[in-house]
């Protein structure tokens, strides 16, 4: 037992080192001064039961430091039960953006969301099209700063960018941040590493010629969510040099995150659910092993406490050296989103994060789960 949680203490640490030396090596993207010939941007914003936060993203959009002439938003309405859909309109009719508001046309569709994303992409004829979330808010550069990064990386086909939730407060929000933040990290890491697996649909952007050209969501457009890393994935494997992750402060997104445990249960049950659906062995090989080192990781912490071990220095010591190198990997993640004060909740997520981790990728394989208020399965 003891050699088998070093051997797997030994690939994960090397794992976490080569995805930190990676994000050690991703420069942020700072303004540029140079004048760059615009390209339109299409924002697509699909919504379901909104009204409390829709009209701040909107007006977000509406202080863009980017030429309005440029860019256009779609919101696409998935038949909310609340006033999503009349605050747009009547937001529209006031506002100077070049603002379009619709119904999704498809009001039974196993995936609303990416139903939504297709509807819009079928309707604009801008070059670039950026996805984000009805509860989420953007910097008065978002749209400046992606257009820019986009050009000056020759145009690249997908760009993931960071998430983060709002400013924690509460115990369960700031455990959540450290948490969110460990993925997105990953997330840019193995972009950059070649690899990319992860991302988030609250950031990103991609070519329309790209999205056509793997005919958008075909082949997972009965799997409810997923409209973020199925896309991904589809267009890195056409287009395998032309994904970039956009690291700025300014092209930051803020969203909201889990507001009680239910809706956090649900959410990572409906995130975890998608990894056997992936079609490439890398991604299949990654999530078997990050199950297989946590589920050991759990049984050493229990075998501890039961006293299994003859020499229990050795698991003490991969605990330890765990802790170290995800310290190290973590930090710089909390510094870029101005939270280093939740280094402690490192240490917090040591204890429980295995057993977390090893429950969701159980039940990610059992029933369904709820999502904006329906039951998907």
Request: contains cysteine.
């Amino acid at each position: 037992m003891e050699f088998l949680v070093l051997l797997f203490s030994l690939f994960y640490v090397v794992f976490v080192l080569i995805i930190t030396y990676q994000n050690t090596q991703l420069k942020s993207f700072k303004d540029t001064n140079q004048k760059l010939h615009a390209v339109k941007i299409a924002v697509i914003i699909p919504v379901r039961n909104e009204a409390d936060n829709i009209l701040n993203l909107l007006q977000d959009f509406e202080n863009q430091s980017f030429d309005k002439s440029f860019f256009e938003i779609f919101v696409i309405d998935d038949f909310s039960t609340d006033q999503t859909f009349e605050l747009v309109e009547d937001f529209a009719q006031k506002s100077n953006l070049n603002l379009n508001v619709f119904k999704l046309n498809q009001k039974n569709t196993i995936s609303p969301k990416k139903s939504a994303i297709t509807q819009a992409v079928n309707l604009t004829n801008a070059e670039l099209i950026l996805t984000t979330d009805g509860d989420s808010r953007v910097s008065r550069k978002h749209l400046q700063t992606f257009h820019d990064f986009y050009l000056i990386t020759q145009k690249p086909k997908f760009i993931s960018a960071p998430v983060c939730f709002f400013s924690p407060k509460s115990f369960l929000e700031k455990i959540l941040f450290v948490e969110f933040s460990s993925l997105i990290a990953t997330g840019s890491a193995l972009i950059r590493f070649g690899k990319p697996s992860l991302c988030n649909g609250a950031n990103l952007a991609f070519q329309k010629a790209a999205f056509l050209a793997v005919n958008g969501y075909q082949d997972f457009d009965q799997v409810p969510s997923g409209d973020d890393e199925f896309l991904l994935k589809k267009i890195a494997q056409k287009y395998p040099d032309q994904i970039q992750f956009l690291k700025s402060k300014n092209a930051t997104v803020q969203t909201q995150p889990p507001d009680n445990l239910l809706s956090f249960y649900f959410q990572r049950k409906r995130w975890a659910s998608k990894w056997k659906l992936h079609k490439g062995i890398s991604v299949k090989i990654l999530a078997l092993f990050i199950f297989s080192f946590h589920l050991l990781n759990l049984g050493s912490g229990i075998g501890i406490v039961f006293g299994w071990f003859e020499n229990p220095v050795w698991i003490i010591g991969h605990f330890l050296l765990k802790f170290s190198v995800e310290c190290v990997f973590l930090m710089p993640s909390l510094i870029f989103f101005k939270q280093r004060k939740l280094f402690l909740y490192i240490i917090i997520l040591q204890f429980i994060y295995s057993l977390y981790a090893v429950f969701f990728g159980v039940l990610a394989n059992i029933g369904g789960y709820q999502w904006k208020d329906r039951r998907f399965h």
